[in-house]
T-cell receptor
Framework: SQTIHQWPATLVQPVGSPLSLECTVE??????LYWYRQAAGRGLQLLFYSVGIGQISSEVPQNLSASRPQDRQFILSSKKLLLSDSGFYLC????????????FGEGSRLTVL | AQSVAQPEDQVNVAEGNPLTVKCTYSVSGNPYLFWYVQYPNRGLQFLLK??????LVKGSYGFEAEFNKSQTSFHLKKPSALVSDSALYFCAVRGPTDSWGKLQFGAGTQVVVTP
């Protein structure tokens, strides 16, 4: 069966420091991968998605970037964190076909101080 | 563009009573509809989906949802709520021409089940 892993689970970083959140999927090949941010415990905002190695689409302009160096690895990065980057980051995957339901990781909680 | 509305910020129900969480959608064409549940500090868990066919969809943990095309609704239901059902519930929709996995999520409904 397929599983998705995210790490670290929690992270406290000072303003201006770099960020790297990692996500890997097991048990499938060529998944579509997604990074969402959840602010204030509610609304989900799609940040990036990828349909293949090296292919990244950005949904909103921001201080973050994403990369997909391997088929089942998705990385969220920042060179200099802002206070507004704090939130709960969720990685998700779906197989490339209908209906397109997403399967989420356990999330990474980032606090920027 | 597609959209989802969850009109209730919170739903309170006593254990053993029926639970309903409301969702309405707007999409061009036939929708793909989903329900997810989130426990505190956890990722979203997939509950069920509607693709086509039977309007009553059964999912995990005894949940079901009823698709109503004329009312553009996809309400989540459980006949007898448990305290452990207390969580945040999200409805999501994807339009027929949208990319796989690009779901539009509602704002979420907090369900509180009291003993």
């Amino acid at each position: 069966s397929q599983t998705i892993h995210q790490w670290p689970a929690t992270l406290v970083q000072p303003v201006g420091s770099p960020l790297s959140l990692e996500c890997t999927v097991e048990g499938t090949s060529n998944p579509n991968l997604y990074w969402y941010r959840q602010a204030a415990g509610r609304g989900l905002q799609l940040l990036f998605y990828s349909v293949g190695i090296g292919q990244i689409s950005s949904e909103v302009p921001q201080n973050l970037s994403a990369s997909r160096p391997q088929d089942r690895q998705f990385i969220l990065s920042s060179k200099k964190l802002l206070l507004s980057d704090s939130g709960f980051y969720l990685c998700a995957w779906t197989a490339g076909g209908p209906p397109g339901e997403l399967f989420f990781g356990e999330g990474s909680r980032l606090t920027v101080l | 563009a597609q959209s989802v509305a969850q009109p209730e910020d919170q739903v309170n129900v006593a254990e053993g009573n029926p639970l309903t969480v409301k969702c309405t959608y707007s999409v061009s064409g036939n929708p793909y509809l989903f329900w997810y549940v989130q426990y505190p500090n956890r990722g979203l868990q997939f509950l069920l989906k509607y693709i086509t066919g039977d309007n009553l969809v059964k999912g995990s943990y005894g949940f079901e949802a009823e698709f109503n095309k004329s009312q553009t609704s996809f309400h989540l239901k459980k006949p007898s709520a448990l305290v452990s059902d207390s969580a945040l519930y999200f409805c999501a929709v994807r339009g027929p021409t949208d990319s796989w996995g690009k779901l539009q999520f509602g704002a979420g409904t907090q369900v509180v089940v009291t003993p």
